[in-house]
């Protein structure tokens, strides 16, 4: 039994009310996760520098200690990386974005498009997408609060992010017409732009 199970549908805090209904529901992968939010990358390299410098030291004990490190930290940041996108559901409605997320402290937030101003998407090597979603407006919500599901280095205005999408292209249509229903002056295209995958259009990560 998880913490989950009370759900009446899967990411969602509570039943839909009439008139609403569910357009697109996934989860981040676990892999792209890794990569973009975890940096495992980044960590591989740091730890691969630490070995070629025990390798010119000569030291065994030091060599066996920089992989022993570097196994546990790589599998700590593979693991959480994994737990996080299996605990990770976002839904899409006609009426609003739903992030429900936490490996240790499950949350539910509810992002209705009247608060999102506009989304973008930039795609990884593997086509996999991250879709940041500017919100409009004064909002109470802290960077914390997202992580890992956050645009990075927006500390002062977060911007919660769809991470490691497959079907971002699907995704980032859908938004495009439902923000264009709730804001009836927004070009459909206007705040909600998709990337080609070869884009070096900069979102951090």
């Not at 490691?164 to 709730?182: F, R």
Request: cysteine-free.
């Amino acid at each position: 039994m998880s913490e989950y199970d009370h759900e009446p549908i899967p990411g969602l805090p509570g039943t839909l009310p009439a008139g609403e209904e569910i357009l697109w529901r996934g989860s981040p992968d676990w892999f792209g996760l890794a990569q973009r939010a975890f940096h495992v990358r980044g960590f591989a390299v740091y730890f691969a520098m630490l070995l070629v410098v025990s390798l010119i030291n000569g030291t065994l004990i030091g060599i066996g200690l920089t992989i022993t490190g570097a196994m546990l930290g790589l599998g700590i940041l593979f693991g959480l990386a994994w737990l996080s996108a299996r605990t990770t559901i976002y839904t899409i409605t006609n009426k609003r974005v739903v992030m429900r997320f936490g490996m240790a402290l499950p949350a539910a937030i509810n992002l209705p498009f009247s608060a999102i101003g506009g989304a973008n998407v930039a795609y990884d090597s593997k086509g996999r997408g991250d879709i940041p979603l500017s919100l409009t407006g004064k909002h109470r919500l802290g960077y914390l609060q997202f992580w890992p599901h956050a645009r990075a280095w927006k500390l002062a205005r977060p911007e919660p992010m769809l991470r490691s999408i497959k079907d971002a292209t699907t995704v980032v249509a859908i938004l495009s017409v439902e923000l264009a229903k709730t804001h009836a002056s927004m070009s459909p295209v206007q705040d909600v732009h998709p990337a080609q995958p070869q884009s070096t259009e900069a979102i951090a990560a």
